[in-house]
């Protein structure tokens, strides 16, 4: 099946450990999005991709960085993770017909940091 | 500046009648709507949508009705049923790729 998958489900780290999230699909999807979400709170668009083209939300801390090495992956780096980190990080991908246009997106699992 | 606002958080139905889920929005520029369903522990479920060239849109026991007059959204689920149980989330779009999402309804069904 296509898919959306995001590892490591549960990710623990220390405050100021650098830690990286990945996604992968199998969708071809040629945009893929990377979302914050906290407890009772909407999903947070930190930055997407649209092919190779890096967006970056203007909220988003400098904290967060991404990269995309393929049309299948994607990756969140969290530099120095704060206590304020802790959240469930959601990836996207959706495949809109043009760079004016959204479609809808897809999400993985999500993926469960704790910052100790 | 909140521009999709899903007021209740939360509502209890009762198995077989209709669950409604409302979304209220400001931005007059949205032209794709969209329900996303979750549950614990995973990400959002894509559900339905409508564009703003519709006033409804329906697919099995779910129902969304647009009404871009009042910038008002709703899901109906009928019958409900326990597995629907969840959190819903409503989220619209402008173009340009992006969602704007709702703080989401947690909907409980009971037996």
């Known amino acids: 099946d296509a898919m959306v998958i995001q590892n490591p489900r549960y990710q623990v780290t220390q405050f100021g450990k650098p830690v990286t999230l990945s996604c992968s699909q199998t969708?071809?999807?040629?945009?893929m999005y990377w979302y914050q979400q906290k407890s009772s709170q909407a999903p947070k668009l930190l930055f997407h991709?649209?092919?190779?083209?890096?967006?970056n939300e203007a909220d988003t801390p400098d904290n967060f960085q991404s990269r995309r090495p393929n049309t299948s992956f994607c990756f969140l780096d969290i530099r120095s993770p704060g206590l304020g980190d802790a959240a469930m990080y959601l990836c996207?991908?959706?495949?809109?017909?043009?760079?004016?246009?959204?479609?809808?997106?897809?999400f993985g699992p999500g993926t469960r940091l704790t910052v100790l | 500046d909140q521009q999709v606002k899903q007021n209740s958080p939360s509502l209890s139905v009762q198995e077989g009648r209709i669950s409604i889920l409302n979304c209220d929005y400001t931005?007059?520029?949205?032209?794709?709507f969209l329900w996303y369903k979750k549950y614990p522990a995973e990400g959002p479920t894509f559900l339905i949508s409508?564009?703003?060239?519709?006033d409804k849109n329906e697919d099995g026991r779910f129902t969304v009705f647009l009404n871009k007059s009042a910038k008002h959204l709703s899901l109906h689920i009928v019958p409900s049923q326990p597995g629907d149980s969840a959190v819903y989330f409503c989220?619209?779009?402008?173009?340009?790729?992006?969602?704007?999402f709702g703080q989401g309804t947690r909907l409980t069904i009971n037996p």
């Open positions: 969708l071809n999807h040629n945009v």
């Open positions: 996207a991908t959706s495949a809109p017909t043009d760079v004016h246009s959204t479609d809808t997106q897809y």
């Open positions: 991709y649209y092919d190779k083209d890096f967006n």
């Open positions: 931005n007059s520029m949205f032209d794709y």
């Open positions: 409508i564009s703003s060239i519709k």
């Open positions: 989220a619209a779009s402008a173009g340009a790729q992006k969602l704007v």
